[in-house]
């Protein structure tokens, strides 16, 4: 905190990390839900660029909070912030950003099976992302190795996906549900689908806060998470607010410092794509359990893992949504939005 402001910042440069927060900042949510002074001036602070390098973070997250003076980032890995706490770090999670994988599966015509991509090309955004990580887990279970038998091939995102699994540069990769059909009629094959393996969901990305503001300041971060979930509503509430969220993208890749961020790679395309967004309606990250037991199996836990109630600090979170659920200027938004969320099962 400086200046008496809460600072809030992201933890990975991906642009998609920025859009919930911008939508809260932009459409007055935080300021509305609290986060203002006694004089009418806001007190919180976005700072846009990236905490750390990607791929750093499971190691420098609370030293980077710590040099920046930041309160709450946005979107880091669970098993960072397990990691840390494992270690003394005073961070924890207070909400959850993507509790589902949204992503499916898909191998080349021909590939029916995890095994059968022995030697062949998998598609991910980034080596180290939540993409690779997660069907990592998946092809050692087939039996794979994965330093030997695949290949890694990396700037697999939408809009240009698609195109990479229709020309062979990629022989599996991820897609979004509603795209699969299409996908099958060509000759291509279902491999996996997440959402039927994390019935719980799968936190991959989480918000996580200090202590010290959490003890300090707890009204300024349900204030925070308010504003949020609200956000998380905005998006999601489709077709209604497609026309602002694409423009905010479109805005936020122009000034991104990343080149890889400011062409090809598009994620807010149509309503459809935003409605399938893995911001839970609720703000609380699940399925703490699963990810950690698939983590230890993967031998990826060499520490003695914290009980998920020392690294968790949901009261809030789940204050701030019963609030919101109980005013009545916000009951048609969340009525929309839930029919989403019950359609595509989160």
Not at 51 to 63: A, C, M, S, W, Y
Not at 224 to 231: D, E, P, V
Not at 250 to 267: D, I, Q, Y
Not at 328 to 337: G, K, T
Request: aromatic letters at 10%; charged letters at 25%.
């Amino acid at each position: 905190m400086i200046d008496g402001k809460l600072l809030i910042a992201p933890t990975c440069y991906h642009v998609l990390h920025l859009i919930p927060v911008m939508v809260a900042h932009e459409m007055g949510l935080f300021y509305d839900e609290g986060l203002r002074t006694e004089a009418g001036f806001r007190c919180y602070e976005i700072q846009r660029q990236s905490l750390v390098p990607f791929g750093l973070e499971k190691f420098g997250i609370t030293q980077a909070m710590k040099e920046r003076s930041v309160d709450i980032a946005l979107d880091v890995q669970s098993r960072t912030v397990f990691f840390q706490r494992a270690r003394g770090a005073d961070l924890y999670i207070i909400a959850g950003w993507r509790n589902q994988h949204v992503n499916v599966w898909v191998g080349a015509p021909g590939i029916k099976s995890l095994k059968e991509l022995k030697g062949k090309r998998v598609g991910v955004g980034d080596l180290s992302g939540n993409r690779q990580w997660g069907i990592s887990i998946w092809l050692r279970k087939a039996g794979l190795n994965l330093e030997q038998d695949v290949e890694w091939v990396t700037g697999i995102f939408p809009p240009t996906h698609l195109e990479a699994l229709r020309t062979g540069k990629i022989d599996c990769g991820p897609v979004a549900p509603w795209e699969v059909d299409n996908l099958r009629k060509q000759g291509f094959n279902l491999l996996l689908s997440l959402r039927d393996q994390y019935p719980n969901g799968r936190p991959e990305r989480v918000i996580a806060a200090t202590g010290a503001i959490l003890e300090d300041k707890p009204m300024w971060v349900k204030s925070f998470l308010k504003g949020m979930i609200r956000a998380y509503w905005f998006i999601r509430d489709q077709p209604h607010n497609f026309d602002y969220v694409n423009k905010l993208e479109k805005r936020l890749r122009l000034e991104s410092l990343a080149p890889n961020e400011r062409v090809g790679k598009f994620v807010c395309q149509s309503p459809v794509d935003m409605e399938g967004m893995p911001f839970p309606i609720d703000g609380r990250p699940t399925g703490f359990e699963d990810l950690l037991a698939e983590e230890k199996t993967a031998g990826e836990l060499s520490y003695d893992v914290p009980d998920i109630k020392e690294v968790c600090a949901l009261d809030l979170v789940e204050e701030a949504f019963q609030e919101l659920r109980e005013r009545p200027d916000l009951a048609d938004q969340f009525e929309r939005v839930s029919g989403v969320a019950k359609r595509l099962g989160y």
